[in-house]
């Protein structure tokens, strides 16, 4: 889960992160009223948007009156704004954060993630700040720092040490690196964050560190120890079938393609989804309806990969272990009716029962192909809608 860059500054502050002062507005007028319990007369009005590269696409504004503010906040809100990151049609803007502008002398690179090769948590350090991360390690990757923290020993002044100076700071400014390297850990770990990414971590022209944007994630399975996190969910920032599959217990991911999967296991949903590759197809979701497919929970998966409009066929593919055939044929029958299906359906069912499970799908009327196996399911699946297209 992720949340927005002033939710995350808020966050910072209250662990003692350096942050400049700022307040978040849903209005124009909110925005310049608001503005005025901040110090100075120079603002940046900040589009509040899980995307990055919202300068690029007009969402950063600097502004030196009230009426400039009120006039860029308004242009902001309520529209969608595009990035690099965002795709064609953009994030909507619902919000926007006014802070006191900052006098930046350089922009730095700092962030904490989960390190998939070692299994640990690690701190990536650049002197190229402000710009985007995967470009510098791409072009000059000898100017990125990775350091990761064991953690049986956990932090230590060391970490502090090593990132100051790839950051090239010294003195105070090593100092006040050394405490932010600690606060940022204590939060990631304490909050069970996935990433938290500062960038830029600016020096300001009076030697002060500062915190100029922040991303925070989550780990989803670590979300039931906090719920002040979840409280800072936005789900108009996610997909919303992904919002609806969530509160059925169903694991859904959108893709591009035109094969709707509903699968039993994340394993053999990927292989899957592989196999429709394999015979030239492509497939339309990731759907994992966990061991306990019940009726319910099939006519949900049902209604959620149908709402998708480019879906042409959908490819069922279910093991039943711990679930019997014939329970899950009778849930893909009642949702296949509940659901008026009017595209294609393949379904393939091993496991217990198997027999009476495909009998019951034989004599439902419904016009189900049946499949054997998996190569069997894909070819049907992916020769189904290449005829209906
Ligand atoms: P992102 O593009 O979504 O990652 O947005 P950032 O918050 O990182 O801002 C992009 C760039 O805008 C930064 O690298 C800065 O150069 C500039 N910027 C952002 N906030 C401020 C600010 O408070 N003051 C000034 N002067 N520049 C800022
Ligand atoms: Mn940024």
Not at 64 to 78: F, S, Y
Request: aromatic letters at 4%; proline letters at 3%; charged letters at 25%.
């Amino acid at each position: 889960m992720n949340i927005h860059e002033y939710q995350a500054k808020e966050l910072l502050k209250a662990y003692g992160a350096p942050v400049a002062k700022g307040t978040v507005a849903t209005t124009a007028q909110g925005a310049a009223a608001q503005a005025k319990d901040l110090s100075g007369d120079v603002f940046v009005v900040k589009a509040q948007i899980h995307a990055g590269g919202r300068g690029k696409g007009g969402g950063i504004k600097l502004v030196k009156t009230l009426e400039e503010l009120h006039a860029e906040a308004d242009r902001m809100l309520g529209k969608p704004l595009i990035t690099p990151q965002t795709g064609p049609k953009g994030a909507s803007v619902r919000s926007v954060y006014v802070v006191e502008d900052t006098t930046i002398a350089r922009e730095l690179y700092l962030s904490l993630l989960v390190d998939r090769a070692s299994g640990r948590v690690a701190f990536v350090a650049s002197t190229e700040g402000g710009v985007n991360i995967e470009e510098v390690a791409a072009n000059t990757p000898e100017l990125i720092t990775t350091l990761d923290v064991d953690p049986a020993s956990g932090l230590s002044g060391f970490h502090g040490r090593v990132i100051a100076s790839a950051l090239k700071l010294e003195g105070d400014l090593a100092k006040q690196c050394g405490k932010l390297v600690k606060t940022l850990y204590n939060l990631f770990i304490e909050k069970d964050a996935s990433l938290i990414e500062i960038n830029p971590l600016v020096v300001t022209k009076e030697d002060k560190l500062v915190c100029l944007d922040a991303k925070m994630g989550f780990e989803d399975n670590a979300l039931f120890r906090h719920p002040d996190i979840v409280e800072l969910r936005d789900i108009h920032e996610e997909d919303p079938a992904e919002v609806e599959a969530s509160k059925h217990d169903l694991s859904y991911v959108k893709l591009d393609g035109t094969i709707g999967c509903m699968v039993n296991g994340a394993g053999l949903a990927m292989a899957t989804m592989d196999i429709i590759k394999l015979y030239g197809g492509e497939p339309a979701n990731f759907l994992d309806v966990g061991g306990g497919a019940t009726k319910e929970r099939v006519t949900e998966a049902f209604k959620i990969i149908l709402s998708d409009p480019n879906v042409q066929g959908v490819l069922v593919n279910i093991f039943g272990g711990i679930m019997r055939c014939d329970t899950i044929a009778e849930g893909i029958i009642a949702a296949a009716r509940e659901t008026n299906i009017a595209v294609p359906l393949v379904v393939r069912l091993e496991g217990t029962n198997v027999e009476r499970g495909k009998e019951l799908l034989r004599d439902s009327g419904l016009a189900i192909i049946p499949a054997d196996d998996l190569d069997d399911a894909a070819k049907k699946a992916v020769a189904a809608v290449k005829a209906a297209a």
